[in-house]
């Protein structure tokens, strides 16, 4: 299977400020059909996961538009910008170019 | 609206089965893949089984392959997975969907 991992695992974040977030795949996750198969969730506190960023960089419904994915091959990034208290939560990454699609360990965001 | 709603969750034994159901509304569900992720208790998710829109293409996670499997009826609009000859680190909460996520049901294995 292919392997995803984040780093950091935790991270501290004062409001306002921004806050990232890496990925790293074990293989390319750049498609023949030209598209990234990198995907961003977060699982808030009590919460449902919910998708943020499909294909590499584009912002799923309702998204604000402070949350960012950008990358290439194997290397990837999420970015949050002017982090606020409702985005504490569990982000993961995620592959699909590869059956079966996997997830990395999950970066967990508090707030200072 | 998009409304994924899973059901069939429970305490089961070991070596036990479960089916587990997941009622979709509001979008076109024939057009799109489905998924069931789970997450136990502390930890994250995992990705266990895939099916493709036609049910043509399916895949399982290698923990489960073999036990589990998925299915869908798109005449009803509805996800399942069979899960059987259960285990105590099958113990976790699952999510169907793909884009969107369900509430998730609660599977506990255990004596």
């Known amino acids: 299977d292919l392997v995803v991992t984040q780093t950091p695992l935790s991270l501290s974040v004062t409001p306002g400020q921004s806050a990232s977030i890496s990925c790293k795949s074990s293989a390319s996750l750049l498609h023949s059909d030209g598209r990234t198969y990198l995907y961003w969730y977060v699982v808030k506190p009590g919460q449902s996961p919910q998708l943020l960023i499909y294909e590499l960089s584009k912002r799923f419904t309702g998204v604000p538009d402070r949350f960012s994915g950008s990358g290439s091959g194997t290397d990837f990034t999420l970015k949050i910008s002017r982090v606020e208290a409702e985005d504490v939560g569990v982000y993961y990454c995620m592959q699909s170019i590869k059956l079966p699609p996997t997830f990395g360990p999950g970066t967990k965001v508090d707030i200072k | 609206q998009v409304h994924l709603v899973e059901s069939g969750g429970g305490l089961v034994k070991p070596g036990g089965s479960l089916r587990l159901s997941c009622a979709a509304s509001?979008?076109?569900?024939?057009?799109?893949?489905m998924s069931w992720i789970r997450q136990a208790p502390g930890k994250g998710l995992e990705w266990i089984s895939y099916?493709?829109?036609?049910?043509?293409?399916?895949s399982y996670a290698a923990s489960v392959k073999g036990r589990f499997t998925i299915s869908r009826d798109n005449a009803k609009n509805s996800l399942y997975l069979q899960m059987n000859n259960l285990r105590a680190e099958d113990t976790a909460v699952y999510y169907c969907?793909?884009?969107?996520w369900g509430q998730g049901t609660l599977v506990a294995v255990s004596s």
């Open positions: 509001g979008f076109t569900f024939s057009d799109y893949f």
């Open positions: 969907g793909g884009y969107y």
């Open positions: 099916i493709s829109s036609d049910g043509d293409t399916i």
